[in-house]
């Protein structure tokens, strides 16, 4: 079982920047932790969720979805069992609620490829 907090959204104008973090529980070794592809998803009002980034259980391949290629930097630290997603050039579209999510399946883009959820944290980009 892993247990996964996301932290690090907030209000931010267009333009500006967010770095989301995701904190794996104590339960979960840093080995354990290093076992897990992880990945972040949104979801918007009115909308399902989607795939945004989701990085190799060493950190050494990642994958994007369109939208935020370019903008959007998943990174990990296996040692303090924390995945981040660094978010510039935020946009109006890019507002929604962000989850962490833990996976055995390398580079999934599907919600269903993923078994471990967070609870999500809130991203608003004003305009």
């Known amino acids: 079982q892993v247990q996964l907090v996301e932290s690090g959204g907030g209000l931010v104008q267009v333009g500006g920047s967010l770095r989301l973090s995701c904190a794996a529980s104590?339960?979960?070794?840093?080995?354990?932790?290093?076992?897990?592809?992880m990945g972040w998803f949104r979801q918007a009002p009115g909308k399902p969720r989607e795939f945004v980034a989701t990085?190799?259980?060493?950190?050494?391949?990642?994958r994007y979805a369109d939208s935020v290629k370019g903008r959007f930097t998943i990174s990990r630290d296996n040692a303090k069992t924390t995945v981040y997603l660094q978010m510039n050039s935020l946009k109006p579209e890019d507002t929604a609620v962000y989850y962490c999510a833990a996976g055995q399946r390398l580079l999934a883009t599907t919600l269903g490829e993923y078994d471990y959820w967070g609870q999500g944290t809130q991203v608003t980009v004003s305009s």
């Open positions: 990085i190799m259980r060493s950190g050494g391949l990642t």
């Open positions: 104590s339960a979960a070794s840093g080995r354990t932790f290093s076992s897990y592809a």
